[in-house]
């Protein structure tokens, strides 16, 4: 169902694009698409909520961040805001939200191609004391994210892959 609801709404794009990895695409998928719409962040928001067992939720800036908020809610479990870089501010932080020592944390994220950026946050929260056995992401491109991840033991769970919407 969710899959359709991304074809329909036109988060594939295609053409010719840089991803974040840097790696050259024919297509992008276009998650911004589904997070500003209320319908399909709430569709999302409670379809991870009920996979739920940790204690908090963390989303990365900027694009995981509306959907773990949403996630929070409907689960209620406390947010954290794992940042790309540190606030060059006031506490200089790279998390916002409070993790203490051994307490489960599941990463949400948007989209996932390499995992290299989900691997960051990964190890923020490792280094914050948390745990985290699992990210939990909207669309998986199946480009080795999953592998990658299962390397630092972390299980990828995506709601959609890309193969069952490029089509």
């Not at 409670?46 to 939720?57: M, T």
């Given at each position: 169902m969710l899959s359709k609801l991304l074809k329909e709404i036109g988060c594939i794009k295609f053409g010719d694009f840089i991803l974040s990895s840097g790696k050259r695409s024919s297509y992008y998928v276009d998650i911004k698409k589904a997070?500003?719409?209320?319908?399909?962040?709430?569709?999302?928001?409670?379809?991870?909520?009920?996979?739920?067992?940790?204690?908090?939720?963390?989303?990365?800036?900027?694009?995981?961040?509306?959907?773990?908020?949403?996630?929070?809610?409907?689960?209620?479990?406390?947010?954290?805001?794992?940042?790309?870089?540190?606030?060059?501010?006031?506490?200089?932080?790279k998390i916002e939200g409070e993790i203490k020592e051994g307490e489960k944390v599941l990463i949400v994220e948007d989209v996932t191609t390499t995992g290299n950026s989900?691997?960051?946050?990964?190890?923020?929260?490792?280094?914050?004391?948390?745990?985290?056995?699992?990210?939990?992401?909207?669309?998986?491109?199946?480009?080795?994210?999953?592998?990658?991840?299962?390397?630092i033991g972390v299980k990828l769970e995506p709601l959609v892959r890309v193969s069952e919407i490029k089509d």
């Open positions: 997070i500003t719409n209320p319908e399909v962040l709430e569709m999302i928001g409670k379809e991870i909520a009920k996979r739920v067992y940790e204690d908090k939720i963390a989303g990365i800036e900027l694009g995981s961040v509306p959907i773990a908020s949403v996630v929070s809610v409907f689960a209620k479990k406390p947010l954290v805001i794992i940042r790309k870089k540190p606030k060059d501010y006031g506490t200089m932080s989900v691997i960051k946050a990964i190890n923020e929260v490792r280094e914050a004391g948390g745990i985290v056995e699992r990210v939990i992401v909207v669309v998986d491109r199946e480009e080795g994210a999953e592998e990658n991840l299962k390397k």
